[in-house]
């Protein structure tokens, strides 16, 4: 599977803890600082516009994490996710197909980068209802 992701400089507030009121600092799961990680994941979960569940994760650790479900597990998650990615691109590419690798890019604009996670976060990645509902 094509590697995806966006990097962003300076991190955009949607991606910010709301706990800390700024960007995470520390991996969840083994307390490095995120400045020494080269990447790291952040993951948010919303209810309307209510963030209910934050946390942010090294690229270590989230590997350890992965390797720890099945062959068959990760294999299914993969596809699931590239289907989901998929459905998401057409949607907000406008019907256009998605290309055969995302781009893996920067943004330094933090109103730009602030403009397309609300787009992502507009609708539920799985389901597709609007996050308003």
Do not use: H
């Amino acid at each position: 599977m094509a590697g995806f992701g966006v990097f962003f400089s300076p991190i955009p507030r949607l991606l910010w803890s709301e706990y800390l009121e700024s960007p995470f600092v520390r991996c969840i799961a083994c307390q490095v600082p995120l400045a020494e990680a080269s990447v790291y994941f952040v993951q948010k979960r919303f209810v309307g516009r209510e963030t209910v569940f934050e946390m942010a994760v090294c690229r270590r650790c989230q590997t350890e994490l992965n390797s720890a479900a099945s062959e068959e597990s990760q294999r299914k998650i993969a596809e699931f996710m590239k289907e989901l990615f998929r459905q998401n691109a057409d949607r907000l590419l406008g019907g256009e197909p998605m290309p055969a690798e995302v781009d893996v890019r920067e943004i330094a604009d933090p109103e730009e980068g602030d403009a397309l996670v609300r787009r992502c976060l507009d609708y539920c990645l799985v389901c597709g209802i609007e996050r308003e509902r």
